[in-house]
């Protein structure tokens, strides 16, 4: 079936989520994010799923549910008609608190518009049977073309099925639905089973394994449906690492709990069931898999303060730490080998997870978010995919320097900062642009008067009491003054933000830190640090950041999307460190040598496969001028100072978009 995109999002199912208060009830939440879980996203689905996931593979559309939460005291009869009118058909979770007498009569004069009240039963897809006729009338009325070919038969040879058994745990249940929603085997088959049965598919065997076999199932399909094969076809994994350091439980690689507090236990389990829904919402977006692992808690929290002359070492103790506690073999091995990127949501530095001896942020591209943040996730308008016009965005992005003149080494970045942009200029005609503020009130304007697609500060940042800042003078920019004085007005842009400055995402506190801020105000992602930073080290990394969004622009590099560009620049400024570091023994590269490692060395690096073969270039160059350097937690790793938080692996550049259409349509 040939299909335009108006029609693709007519047929889209607009579920409306209606609670009596702003912050909606947690029973109301989870019984509302268990019914969708069960529910197709498209219309289309039903009418034959396998193809509709190749759709969406093969044209990157990623839109997921469209799911909205609202006030019940602001549904009016208008808002139902708009949305009769727009969509196919519309359901509307409705709080059992509010009284549907009161708006029943606003949902009388529309057909295919369905009121579902909270714990009352409601089977959406046998309704849908039954109102078939008037489904094809009103595609018929939009798009009267197309009406005829429209026969809901899912997956009529039943394909893939056996991908999919029916084996549900709550660590399992959100694979198993994901690929449901790819081959429909829950609506032709499965539900029946689990109605009149339920129990006899409760999971005895090894979860993990299960939810590796899961993954490795979707991880196929979306091969299957691409064919081809690449790191960048994969959708991806979504790796939730939940850490409660304040409570006496966590789970073995069995996920058997230990903790002798039942009221605790009760909790924690309510908490991860619920934590669940979110990411299944998450992960619906681009069909991408789910590995929830053990809950865990350090008793040596010392590991988690990373600071010091030997953080590094600590990074990689950590690391194995955190390894041994949440995979199993089986889980090590599909990471490593898979080489799509990670959205890790956890309140830890996964980031340094060690398998073989290299940290995952090296081996992949990975983004995170903050457990507290993504439960923000009920509000799913928030986390869309969106494409950056790269041969526009430098022009569009925006350096906020803060410092005082006094400041000589911020001083001296600032120098460089404007030596690049005069550089650019020079080469491209355009170039960013650089404000220096000295008080939020400047800042505000500057982001007003520039309105930028990429907002960079260039400052010193600070934590204290539980709060990261940004120093801008005398005054410190704060979570507040985000939230507030810059607000969603000053960036009603959304632009990705990065934040050269210190500490601003600390690994121990996230109480109330810069980051999420600029997250809850629209921004789609957010570099941030760890702890201290470097200046000279971290004037680098922007200064390459600036030259590789130019280089974007002439298009003599192609990223998939924001996040792997950004892990990139990090990793290779691993050669900047190097050449410091040879630079200090007065050892020297002929021109044609340096020319040559170097193309090398990024070659390799932006090719997962490639990059223990870079990185053991690296290491032998090192050896050559200090032995005492063996492995790769000796070399310098100023750059994973660095976190991404946010869903940075959504935000695509169009130069990518149209080179992947072009691989495409070969094959």
Known sequence: MKLNYELYDFLRINYRIISKESIIKPAFAKSTFMHLQKLPMNYLQLLHSLNYFYLTKRRMIKLGYLVECLLGSNITPEFIKHSNSKYIL?????DEDIDFNLIKDYFEPYKLVYPVIQNKSFDLLEVLKIDEILIKEKIKNNFPPRYQEFQTDIN???YFFDKNPLKLSPETKNNYFILNQIIGNYWLEDAEKLQN??????????????????????????????KIHLADTLPSLLLFVPYQ????????????????????????????????????????????????????????????????EQGKNKQKKFGDNLA??????????????????IVAVSDLPIEYLQIDDLPLCFTHDVCRINEQEAKKGYDLTRSKSFFIPDETLIENTLVIHCSSESDIYMRTMLTKIQQIQTHIQSESKSTFKIEICESINEIKQAIKKNEPTLLIFDCHGGYQDGESYLAVNNERLTSHDITSNLGIEQLEKKPLVLLSACVTSPITSYKSIIPNAFLGVGAPSVVASYYNLNISKAGHFLLKILTGISDLGKKQVIHMNWLEFVTYELRSSMLYNFFIHKSKKNEEFSENELDDFVKNILLKLKKPEKRKEAIDAIIRQYQQIDPSIKKF?????????????????????NSYIQEFQKIISKN
């Open 324 to 341: 041994s506690k949440i995979l199993n073999d089986e889980a090590k091995e599909y990471i490593k080998n898979r080489r799509g990127q």
């Open 197 to 226: 049965e339920g129990t006899n598919y409760l999971i005895n065997e090894n979860k993990l394994a299960v939810c590796i076999d899961q993954a490795k199932n979707i991880d196929a399909l979306t091969i299957n449906g691409l």
């Open 156 to 158: 009529p040879e039943k």
């Open 90 to 94: 519309s359901v509307f979770f409705i």
């Open 245 to 308: 350091n304040n409570t006496n439980c966590e789970q073995d690689l069995e996920y058997n709990f230990y903790g002798k507090d039942e009221n605790i236990l009760t909790e924690t389990k309510l908490y991860l069931n619920d934590f669940d829904d979110i990411l299944y919402q998450f992960a619906a977006e681009d069909f991408s898999p789910i590995i929830r692992t053990p809950l865990i808690k350090f008793n040596d929290t010392s590991l988690l303060n990373l600071k010091g």
């Open 633 to 653: 937690s000796d070399l310098d790793l100023e750059w994973m100072n660095y976190t991404i938080l946010g869903r940075a692996d959504l935000i695509y550049f």
